[in-house]
């Protein structure tokens, strides 16, 4: 997703270590609490789980949370289904998509975890390009991030950043099939729109902010807009035997979570932890726009992007959120 810039893939050691995440020889709770281990691939989303850590707030849920990172959702989602991890945070698109195609144990939501906001996720181009329409995009080559799941149908979207983008293009009258999708590392879309290799690109922060400071870049559209406005990005989700056989730890986790939320309504909290990522300037912490970290989970949204997947072909069966959710006695 979307939420896998190229800031990720090598935030993971100083992430941990500001985060006070876990790292051999470094505890993460208090002796005698519950474990859960969460599989993350590093991004703004994680501002919650890192403040939870930093602040105490797991170890007075009763909860010893231990964070191991990936460089992509894969990679974590299979860490969660070896038994490796207790928790994945991630994609919805991907963990959804997972979930329709997986043969094996079921997974459940636990809470919410990241919501867009107006800004968040843009379609943008230089400025004086003959792009200055949504429907200038038939036949243009637009860049996109790469699938996180190798599985994606070609023939429809594989991504967050695809699924919201062609959902917009729909609601526009234009035909996603029509655009020439590039699939490449979001570090590598400034160069390309810089070069004219592509017209477009559809990309997060900070690289909406990067592409905007150093290349002059205009919005062409909001793709979290309309169809897509305040759409959910992310979650946190465990198996069912986990569920199972855990609930008082996922419990704490959950609650610990919700008491992290609840003090990020403001951006210094936020800015503190995105700070921490390398190559991310305070500069940058304090301009880039940022999502929402819902303090409760609301299933009809979650279910807009699993409904939004099955109209635009990324899912082939509809998925029932409130089936996937967590119920904790």
Not at 118 to 137: C, H, N, W
Not at 257 to 275: E, F, H, I, M
Request: net charge negative; glycine share 10%.
């Amino acid at each position: 997703m979307m939420r896998r810039s190229g800031i990720t893939a090598v935030s993971v050691s100083l992430t941990l270590l500001a985060a006070g995440c876990h790292v051999p020889g470094i505890s993460s709770g208090l002796a005698g609490s519950q474990q859960i281990t969460v599989a993350d691939v590093p991004g703004f989303e994680d501002a919650p789980l890192q403040v939870a850590i930093r602040d105490g707030l797991f170890a007075r849920r009763g909860v010893s949370v231990t964070v191991q990172t990936y460089g992509h959702l894969r990679q974590a989602s299979a860490a969660l289904t070896s038994g490796q991890a207790q928790v994945v945070s991630g994609d919805y698109a991907g963990l959804l998509y997972m979930q329709a195609h997986a043969g094996r144990e079921p997974l459940r939501l636990i809470t919410d975890g990241y919501d867009a906001t107006s800004g968040l996720m843009e379609v943008l181009t230089l400025p004086g390009s003959a792009i200055r329409a949504p429907q200038d995009l038939e036949g243009a080559a637009v860049a996109t991030p790469p699938p996180e799941l190798a599985a994606f149908s070609a023939d429809a979207p594989y991504n967050t950043e695809t699924l919201a983008t062609e959902s917009v293009l729909q609601s526009d009258g234009v035909s996603p099939s029509s655009v020439q999708w590039k699939a490449m590392a979001p570090g590598s879309m400034i160069s390309a729109l810089r070069d004219h290799t592509v017209s477009a690109i559809v990309t997060t922060e900070p690289y909406v902010l990067q592409a905007e400071t150093q290349l002059g870049a205009v919005e062409l559209f909001d793709a979290c807009s309309g169809v897509t406005a305040n759409l959910p990005l992310s979650g946190y989700f465990t198996t069912a035997g986990v569920a199972r056989g855990d609930a008082a730890a996922l419990h704490g986790f959950r609650a610990a979570l919700s008491d992290a939320k609840a003090g990020l309504d403001q951006a210094g909290p936020v800015q503190s932890v995105l700070r921490t990522l390398p190559g991310m300037s305070a500069r940058e912490a304090a301009l880039v726009t940022i999502g929402q970290y819902p303090t409760f989970l609301s299933v009809g949204q979650v279910q807009r992007v699993a409904d939004l997947m099955y109209g635009t072909g990324m899912l082939t069966t509809t998925i029932t959120v409130r089936n996937l959710v967590l119920r904790l006695r």
